[in-house]
């Protein structure tokens, strides 16, 4: 297993016992200097639920690269129609145009022209319900396809195939009585990437989920369009009518290796916001460190930094978390922020959640793990550097000895 490296500093009385002591200007105080090395284990492992309804955006495309192969982002929602009043020729009409439009709010990867499929869905997302990244609905006829290279956020709109929009129309005003009725009728769309980036491209766009509609016009072939309302326009009703499912392939990836091997994990780990994977963390030799008997400590401060290798296509997420288990046995969260001049992240954990494990022989229960902050809703990556690699990571423990 691989070196972290640790640092130990604190001030105490004068004790001649203390070996490498520096004496101070002040002759009843010193500042002693430790260092030390612990073992450090680190790898990655596959994150099999993630949440993707109600997070606070949604995903879509598809992105390649070597470190965590391909990884695709599609998406169901329900939608409705902006008015329930409506009647609809049985005949004498003509489709005048048909169309999508996103709302993109961010673009992470390589932009490359990227096609989309447009489908109707058999069944409306329930909003009461909870739905994963691996859920999916009943798939129905196709309503079109799309070129997608977008490099700003932005609203755009792409023509869907018109014949597809009678699936929209119905001949009974019971369809569309209320918004479930018309939910049976039409239970929403289905969009998914098509396109198998290239190694290091690929693009995953972010969108406003409430920003997503369609949009319908139709008029009349014998002069009686006062007769209806010609303009439809359908979106989503509520944020939490919307979900996205991930794909990913592994196959050709660095972390398949470490899927099918942790040990490889000493070298590269991995992270990633598209569930894919998170990282693992254990301090083995730690406790016994602690339960020296010639020593009694008192844990200050507990600082551990990870450094990450820097892609200049898919770029450093702004912040990882580091999650672990209390005292109290609830999941706590630590944040740390990207120092770009390193490419590293510095977290800090609570000394009485260090002390009390350690006190308690429990700090190997931990179960330290780092991931994206927003797993689910974002879509950065990161390969970070383990344990045997040339930046491995660095634990910094202050303490009180006596």
Known sequence: MGLCSFIALFSCKKDEANIGAKILDNPHEILAEIVDSFHVKTFSKIEDSVITSGRSSIMLGSINSNELGIAKSSLFTSLVPDSLDRVFPSSDFQIDSFYIQLQITDVYGKNINQEFEVFKINEAVNEDSIYYHFDSLSVGEKLGSFVLNIEDSGVYKFNLDSSAASYLLSDLNSDYDSDEAFKTFFGGIYICPTTNPSLDEGAIYSLNKTGISLHLSFSTTNGMDDEYDTDLLYTVEDEQNIFARFTHNFTNAEVNTVFTDSTLG?????????????????????????????????????????????????????????????????????????????????????????????????????????????????????KISGGDSNSPPSLKISFTSY
């Open 266 to 382: 000493q070298e590269f780990y991995y992270v990633q916001g598209l569930s894919g994977a998170y990282g693992k963390i254990e301090f083995p030799t730690l406790q016994k460190w602690f339960d020296n008997d010639s020593t009694n400590y008192l844990i200050t401060n507990f600082e551990f930094t990870i450094y990450t290798i820097d892609n200049p296509i898919f770029t450093l997420p702004d912040q990882l978390v580091l999650t672990y288990s209390s005292s109290i046995g609830l999941r706590t969260y630590k944040t740390a922020t990207l120092n770009s001049e390193e490419n590293s992240y510095r977290f800090e954990i609570s000394n009485a959640e260090i002390n009390t494990a350690l006190e308690n022989g429990t700090i190997n229960q931990l179960n330290f793990e780092i991931s994206h902050p927003f797993p689910g809703s974002n879509p950065e990556q990161v």
